[in-house]
């Protein structure tokens, strides 16, 4: 059974730093996987923030909004995807959530082809 247990979440102010984490169990990542951030806002849809795939995670992915902000990596010994996140804006709160699967094709970053998601972690920021 494939758990994705995301952590790291909080409030903080404009400007401020959090790094999420995703502990995986049950899913190894491999040259085929893919995983990634996703986050919705209340009356938003789910979008994708950053995202992972390839041997080595030699391919990444990240919304224009992210603009240098945020940074992805994957622990491939511990099997946890981190999401490092600086220059918060009050724009990015949201439910931040951590997927995986086996996403290819042109569009690999896109809710729709992912598998396995987290419960989500809540990100306030304040302005």
């Known amino acids: 059974q494939v758990r994705l247990i995301e952590s790291g979440g909080g409030s903080v102010q404009a400007g401020g730093s959090l790094t999420l984490s995703c502990a995986a169990t049950?899913?190894?990542?491999?040259?085929?996987?893919?995983m990634g951030w996703f986050r919705q806002a209340p009356g938003k849809e789910r979008e994708g923030v950053a995202a992972?795939?390839?041997?080595?995670?030699?391919?990444?992915y990240y919304a224009d909004f992210v603009n240098g902000r945020f940074t992805i990596s994957l622990d491939s010994a511990k099997n946890t995807l981190y999401l490092q996140m600086s220059s918060l804006k009050p724009e990015d709160a949201a439910m931040y959530y951590c997927?995986?699967?086996?996403?290819?094709?042109?569009?690999?970053?896109?809710?729709?082809?992912?598998?396995?998601w987290g419960q989500g972690t809540q990100v306030t920021v304040s302005s």
């Open positions: 992972i795939r390839g041997t080595g995670g030699s391919q990444l």
């Open positions: 997927a995986a699967g086996w996403a290819n094709g042109g569009r690999w970053y896109e809710p729709i082809h992912y598998n396995y």
């Open positions: 049950g899913y190894y990542y491999n040259s085929a996987s893919s």
